[in-house]
């Protein structure tokens, strides 16, 4: 039997969000459902959460940044509100998505134990692809073996940094012919710059005129800002430090065939009564920022 304990560090991190989503469906005003959170949290994820909000603590101790930003944790870095709000969007961008005529495949890249084809309603016509380290998938699969997919659900078991992933894609039935919706969620800060682009490169050769994508990101002040270095910290210490951010999101997918609308928790589209605070805008410096992008291949 597959246990958390063999998963890899970033694998381990998807226990994590499993962790914050089991969480966030127990609040009265839970901005989703997850009713397979707690059960793919296993044990770990629990406690990896109270590890990073530990370190979350401590840095909200920290004087806020000298342009206004928030401290950590108290707003622009609350692991559990950024989780909730990013998870009800990007629930809200492939539920649009899978409405559209003749958008008939969702491919999650690096879907970790995210459970959206078993606890969201899907068209009949949806395959719905998820693509992931081996490990990962199987640990998944033990842990909902009691539950049936609400999709025609296809895991496609390969590592994001095998070039050949997109074969084993099309070896589980994807048609690059025909549109798509994609989600990289939780992926990019963990991969170097030029993977980032080689990543994006594949989607996009992968993609019909049509398609559709969604993503987050971190700014690149996220990943040196000395109030972020607490908690850095700790996913460096788990062996998944972040490697990736990005100031301008409009541009790295418009470089890559996408033109890509951005916001923010709190910001347009993206409020759900959760954020505690005033977005601050783009142009003031020092600000922890995550970014959420939706967009379209050209």
Known sequence: MTHAVNLDAVGRTALVTAAMRAAETARPDALHQDPYAAALAGELGPALLAELLAAAAAAAQAPPAPSGGPRPGAGGTDRRAVNAIRTRFFDGFLRTAAQEPGMNQIVVAGAGVDSRPYRMRWPDTVRYFEVDQPAVLDYKRERLAAVAPAADHRPVPVDLTSPSWPDALADAGYRADQPSAWLLEGLLFYIPEAGVHRVLDQVAELSAPGSRIAADLVNAAALTMPS????????????????????????????????ADVTQPGGLGAEFGRWPEPVPPRDQPDVYRVFLVTGRRH
């Open 228 to 259: 972020q270095r607490a908690l850095l910290e700790v996913f460096a210490s788990w062996g998944c430090p972040w490697l990736f951010g990005c100031d301008e999101p409009e541009e790295l997918f418009e470089q890559h065939g996408f033109k």
